[in-house]
C-alpha cells in the first residue's frame, strides 16, 4: 500500500521545526508503524539524510519507550494499543499520517518524535514505592490479599509510563498515570502505612513538574494503551483529601524538576 | 590462565552461609565514602543499585533508555520461579537446584545454582512486601502455575506481565534511594568501556546519549549488569536496545567471555512475515500447558489446519516424548519444530512455522477458562497476525531468547578483573547450556538483592584501594580511546546502513550458530564473518554528528561489537566437539537424533580471554563438578 508519512522535524530544543512530507510507496500492512519508520529510516540513511529519531525498545508494547500523535491521536487510532503494535494494516491505501511529538510544557522537546520523560521518574521519587528495604520482608503468604483486590491493583500496576494521557489531555495532566501508582500501592495492604504521605508527596511533584489540572475529560483513557480506568483518578483525589487532611502538620517537599542533561552536578 | 571460582569447601547447603560468614564486613560509618557504579537498571542492576543504595553505599547508576523502568526486564512474560513449596506438591530448594542444573545439561556450577534456589525463596517475600501484585487464590495466598516443563508448580506471576512487575518493583525501590540521596540516576547514558588501573576496575568512559559529550566516572568497584547479547542475531525476542558493548569493551580491557555458544532459542514465537521485519515477538511458554503442537503428516499439505482430520496431524512431541509431551525443555522444542520443518511439514506461507492448538483444551475447559488464562496473550497474536487463535490454531516458530554465555564470573560474582563484578543476564553463571523457563527473572533478582550486596562489601573491605583521578593519565587514555573510536565510525564514508551489517551478521550466525551447528558451517561463518567485519569498517554509512542524540551513531558502535562477538561465538561453538543444551553439533548426537554429551572431554566452562586485536582469543577452562547430580543423559521420553 501507498501512504504519506508527514512528520515533525526538528533536530534540537532550539533549532526551528517544521513537517516533512514522505511518501512511502511500498508499505507491507502487515509491519508495525514503528517498522514502517524503519524503512523510511533506511531509505533516509542510504541517501545521506538524517534519519527521524523515535523512541522504541521492546517493540512489544510494554516498555513504554515509543509513542508519538499519528493525525492528532496518541499512539494512532488502534485502542489499547501502542505505536510499536500497530500494524499498518489498521490504515487506507494513500492515507495521509501526520505524527509529531508529544506536547507537553513538562515534557522538554528533545529531537524530532522524542521528547523528556523525566518528570514522570521524579513522581515515582516522591512516594511511589513502598518503603521496605531488601532483606526485611516477612514470608509472601503472611500478607494475604484477595484475589479482587490483587486484580484491580495489577490493573493499575499495568501502566507503562508512556505519557500518551499526558499528550492527549487538553489540560496536560498527568493525573492518570499518578493516580495509577497511587490506586496500585493504596489498593494492597503492603502499602498502607505510607498511603497518605504517598498521595500528598505524589500529588505536589505532579504540579511541581508543571503539569495540568485534571477536569474529568477522560481523554487520557480513551488514549492509553493499557486502558487504565479513569477511577484511579478518583481514587488519587481521595487519598490526597484524606492525606493532606492527616498530614496537615508535615512540611511537604518537591524536587526541583531538572532541565538539561548534565547529570550529576550538585 | 588458572581460573578459580573460589567455591566454598564443605555441603553445598551451607557453602552460602559459611561464605557470607567469612566474609569482610565494611563498617556502616565507612559505606558513605565508597563510590559504587552499576550499570543497568533491569532485574539485575536495578535491585543491586538499590540495595547497595539502603545499605548506605554512594551510587551511581547507568542506562541507556530515558528510564530505568525501561529495561528490558520489563518484557519477561511468564514468571519467576521460586522453591517455596506453597502447593504442597513436592518442591524444595534441593529439587529447583536439581532441576536447575540438569536442565542446564550439566554445564553449570553447581554451589552457584544451589545458592540460587537457596535465595528464590527469599525473592518472592521481597517482591510481595514491595507491593508486587503477584497472582492470588481466593483466599488471599499466592498462586503457582507450573511453567516450562517443571512438574510441580513453583512459578510465580502477575498476569503475564511478570517482568514488568518484578521491575517496577526493583525500579521503585531504585528510586527511592534517589529521593533519599544514595543514588544517582544516569538515564540516556551509554558506558562505552572500562578503566582499568592498578589491575583492577575503577572507572567506566560513558557517552551522554542526548548531548554526546564522553564523560569519566571514578569508583571503588564496577558492576555490570546489561543484559545479554541475543541481539547479535539482529532478529530476536530481545528489546532492540539490548547489546552487548558493555560486557565485550570489558572483555577487551581483560574480562574473560565464558561459553558464548550457548545461546538459547525460545520454541513459541511468532513467525517472520517479511524483510522489513525487526524483531520478534515471544509468545509465553506457558501456552504450552494447554496448547498442542502439530504439523501435518504429510509433506506440503497446504489445506487450512482445520481440514487437516486428526488422523493426518503428528503431534510430535507427544510421539516422541510421551512422559513430558509438549512441556519438553525449550531446546528440545525448539529443535524438533526446526526438523519438521526441514522435513518440509512446517505451515504458514514461508513454511517455518507449526500449529499450537488450543481447540481440544477449549472442550475441555471452556473458551471462558482458556480467555482468563491466556487472554492477554491471544490478544497480542492477534494484534500482530490478524488471526483469531480461538478459532484457528496459533502458529509458532523458534526464535533467539536468551543468552546463557557472558563474562567470566567467580562464586562472588566477580569477573577476572578484581572490582569487576557482573549480574544477570550479563554472566554466564547458573544456567549451564539451557535455561528453564522462569529462571531468568529469578537469577537478576537473586544476583541484585542477595548476592551483590555481600560480595561487594567483602571486595571493598578487603582490598586496597589507590587514589585514582578523573582526570589522571589512565582514565584520560581510555577517554581518549573511546574518543577516536567514536569519530572513526563517523568518520568512514561508506554507502550502506548500519542495520543491513547487522541483518547480514544476524543471518550468518543463525544458520550456522543457532539452533543446530557443524565443523563446516562454523568455519565458514568464521570466514564471512571476518570479511563482513571488514567491510562494515570500509563501507558503513553512519549519518548525523556525535554532539546530540543519533540513533544510527548507538547503533553502529553496538553492531562493531556484534561483528567480534559473532566470531567468538562461533569459535566457541567449534571448539565443543559435543551438544548439550542449546549447542547441538549435527556430527554429536544420539541415534535417535538427540543431544550427545562429551562429559569426559567436555565437563568444563570454556572462557575465553582477548590477546589484542587481529590475535586469536586464548581459551582458559575451569573444569566442572558435579557432587550432587549426577551428569546423566537428559531423558524426556
Ligand atoms: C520476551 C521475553 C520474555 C521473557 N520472559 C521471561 C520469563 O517469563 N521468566 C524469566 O525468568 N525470564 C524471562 N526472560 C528473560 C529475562 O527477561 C532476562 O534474562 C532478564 O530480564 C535480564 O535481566 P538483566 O537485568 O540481566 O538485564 P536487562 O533487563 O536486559 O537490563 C539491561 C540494562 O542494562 C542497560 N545497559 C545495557 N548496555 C548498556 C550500556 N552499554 N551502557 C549503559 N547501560 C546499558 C540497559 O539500559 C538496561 O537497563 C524473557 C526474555 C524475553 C526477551
Ligand atoms: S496511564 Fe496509560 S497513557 Fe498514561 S503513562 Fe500510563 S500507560 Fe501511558
Ligand atoms: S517500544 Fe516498548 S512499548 Fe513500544
Same mark, same amino acid.
Given at each position: 500500500m501507498k501512504l504519506t508519512l508527514t512528520i515533525w522535524r526538528q533536530k534540537d530544543p532550539g533549532a526551528k521545526g517544521k513537517f516533512v512530507r514522505y511518501p512511502m510507496d511500498n508499505v507491507n500492512p502487515e509491519m508495525s508503524m514503528l517498522e514502517c519508520l524503519d524503512v523510511l529510516n533506511e531509505s533516509l540513511a542510504e541517501r545521506g539524510e538524517e534519519p527521524v529519531a523515535f523512541e522504541h525498545d521492546c517493540r512489544e508494547g510494554i516498555c513504554g519507550s515509543c509513542g508519538f500523535m499519528i493525525s492528532g491521536v496518541a499512539h494512532g487510532p #488502534?485502542?489499547?494499543?501502542?505505536v510499536c503494535q500497530l500494524?499498518?494494516?489498521h490504515f487506507k491505501d494513500g492515507e495521509e499520517l501526520v505524527l509529531e511529538p508529544w506536547r507537553s510544557r513538562s515534557f522538554p522537546f528533545v529531537k524530532d518524535l522524542v521528547v523528556d520523560r523525566r518528570a514522570f521518574d521524579r513522581i515515582i521519587q516522591a512516594g511511589g514505592y513502598v518503603s521496605v528495604s531488601t532483606g526485611n520482608a516477612p514470608d509472601g503468604n503472611a500478607i494475604p490479599v484477595g484475589k479482587e483486590e490483587a486484580d484491580r491493583a495489577m490493573d493499575a500496576a499495568a501502566c507503562i509510563g508512556c505519557g500518551a494521557c499526558v499528550a492527549a489531555c487538553p489540560n496536560g495532566s498527568a493525573a492518570l498515570f499518578t493516580g495509577a501508582k497511587i490506586a496500585h500501592l493504596g489498593i #494492597?495492604?503492603?502499602?498502607?502505612?505510607?498511603r497518605d504521605r504517598r498521595a500528598v508527596r505524589m500529588v505536589a511533584q505532579m504540579h511541581a513538574e508543571g503539569f495540568g489540572s485534571c477536569t474529568n475529560i477522560g481523554e487520557c483513557t480513551g488514549v492509553c494503551p493499557k486502558e487504565i480506568p479513569l477511577e484511579v483518578i478518583a481514587r488519587m483525589n481521595h487519598d490526597y483529601l484524606y492525606g493532606a487532611w492527616r498530614e496537615r502538620r508535615q512540611v511537604v517537599t518537591t524536587i526541583a524538576p531538572a532541565t538539561d542533561w548534565e547529570f550529576g552536578k550538585k | 590462565m588458572k581460573l578459580d571460582a573460589g567455591i566454598p569447601s564443605g555441603p553445598i547447603e551451607q557453602a552460602w552461609d559459611k561464605a557470607r560468614f567469612e566474609m569482610k564486613l565494611v563498617n556502616p560509618a565507612n559505606k558513605r565514602r565508597h563510590n559504587l557504579i552499576v550499570v543497568g537498571t533491569g532485574l539485575a542492576g536495578g535491585s543491586a543499585a538499590a540495595t547497595l543504595g539502603e545499605l548506605g553505599y554512594n551510587v551511581r547508576c547507568f542506562c541507556f533508555q530515558d528510564s530505568p523502568r525501561r529495561a528490558h526486564s520489563i518484557a519477561a512474560q511468564g514468571g519467576i520461579n521460586a522453591a517455596k513449596n506453597y502447593p504442597n506438591d513436592g518442591d524444595s530448594i534441593y529439587r529447583l537446584f536439581y532441576d536447575t542444573v540438569k536442565g542446564g545439561d550439566f554445564r553449570a556450577r553447581e554451589a552457584n545454582v544451589y545458592r540460587l534456589a537457596q535465595n528464590s525463596v527469599n525473592i518472592i517475600d521481597q517482591c510481595v512486601a514491595q507491593g508486587v501484585p503477584f497472582a492470588r487464590e481466593y483466599g488471599g495466598s499466592l498462586e503457582n502455575r507450573s511453567f516450562g516443563g517443571a512438574q510441580v508448580s513453583r512459578t510465580f506471576y502477575a498476569r503475564g506481565q511478570t517482568g514488568q512487575q518484578l521491575l517496577l518493583g526493583a525500579y521503585q525501590a531504585l528510586e527511592r534511594q534517589v529521593d533519599a540521596g544514595q543514588v544517582t540516576m544516569f538515564p540516556r547514558s551509554e558506558m562505552l568501556d572500562l578503566i582499568v588501573v592498578d589491575g583492577k576496575a575503577r572507572g567506566i568512559v560513558v557517552r551522554?546519549?542526548?548531548?554526546g559529550k564522553l564523560s569519566v566516572h571514578i569508583a571503588d568497584a564496577v558492576i555490570l549488569a546489561t543484559g545479554g547479547y541475543g541481539n547479535v542475531y539482529y532478529l530476536s525476542t530481545n528489546a532492540k536496545g539490548s547489546n552487548a558493548t558493555a560486557i565485550w569493551r570489558a572483555y577487551k580491557r581483560g574480562a574473560l567471555f565464558a561459553n558464548p555458544c550457548f545461546t538459547q532459542i525460545h520454541p513459541t514465537c511468532i513467525p517472520v512475515s517479511g524483510d522489513y521485519q525487526s524483531k520478534l515477538t515471544l509468545m509465553s511458554e506457558s501456552l504450552r500447558n494447554d496448547g498442542r503442537i502439530w504439523v501435518p503428516k504429510q509433506k506440503g499439505d497446504k489445506r487450512p489446519p482445520n481440514q487437516i482430520p486428526e488422523g493426518e496431524r503428528d503431534y510430535y512431541l507427544e510421539r516422541r516424548y510421551p512422559s513430558f509431551g509438549n512441556l519438553v525443555p525449550r531446546d528440545v522444542a525448539s529443535r524438533n519444530a526446526k526438523a519438521v520443518c526441514d522435513e518440509g511439514r512446517g505451515v504458514g506461507e514461508t513454511g517455518l512455522g507449526v500449529y499450537l492448538d488450543f481447540s481440544e483444551a477449549m472442550q475441555r475447559l471452556g473458551e471462558e477458562t482458556i480467555r482468563e488464562r491466556y487472554g492477554n496473550l491471544f490478544d497480542m497474536y492477534q494484534r500482530i497476525t490478524d488471526e483469531n487463535p480461538y478459532k484457528v490454531p496459533m502458529r509458532i516458530y523458534p526464535a533467539i531468547h536468551y543468552t546463557m554465555g557472558g563474562l567470566w564470573v567467580d562464586y562472588q560474582l566477580? =569477573?577476572?578483573?578484581?572490582?569487576l563484578f557482573v549480574l544477570g543476564?550479563?554472566?554466564? =553463571?547458573?544456567?549451564?547450556?539451557n535455561r528453564l523457563g522462569a529462571s531468568a527473572l529469578m537469577q537478576g533478582l537473586s544476583d541484585g538483592y542477595f548476592v551483590i550486596p555481600y560480595t561487594v562489601g567483602n571486595y571493598l573491605a578487603s582490598t586496597k584501594l589507590g587514589k585514582v583521578s578523573e582526570t589522571g593519565a589512565e582514565a584520560q587514555a581510555v577517554l581518549t580511546s573511546v574518543q577516536q573510536g567514536v569519530e572513526r565510525l563517523l568518520a568512514i564514508p561508506g554507502r550502506r546502513t548500519v542495520d543491513s551489517f547487522h541483518r547480514e551478521l544476524g543471518k550468518i550466525v543463525w544458520d550456522d550458530c543457532g539452533m543446530s551447528r557443524t565443523a563446516p558451517g562454523l568455519k565458514d561463518a568464521i570466514g564471512r564473518i571476518r570479511a563482513l567485519r571488514e567491510e562494515f569498517w570500509q563501507n558503513v554509512n553512519v549519518p548525523g554528528s556525535s554532539n546530540d542524540l543519533n540513533q544510527s551513531l548507538e547503533k553502529a558502535g553496538r553492531v562493531a561489537d556484534f561483528l567480534e562477538l559473532g566470531e567468538l561465538m562461533c569459535m566457541d561453538a567449534l571448539e565443543r566437539n559435543e551438544s548439550c543444551g542449546g549447542h547441538f553439533r549435527e556430527e554429536y548426537q544420539t541415534p535417535d537424533g538427540e543431544a550427545q554429551r562429551d562429559d569426559e572431554h567436555f565437563s568444563y566452562v570454556a572462557a575465553w580471554g582477548y590477546t589484542g586485536p587481529g590475535n586469536p582469543p586464548e581459551l582458559s577452562r575451569e573444569p566442572l563438578e558435579f557432587h550432587y547430580v549426577h551428569p546423566s543423559q537428559r531423558s524426556y521420553k
Open positions: #488502534l485502542p489499547a494499543t501502542t500494524t499498518m494494516r #494492597l495492604p503492603q502499602g498502607q502505612p505510607e | 551522554n546519549l542526548v548531548t566477580q =569477573s577476572t578483573i578484581p572490582g543476564e550479563a554472566n554466564f =553463571s547458573d544456567h549451564g547450556a
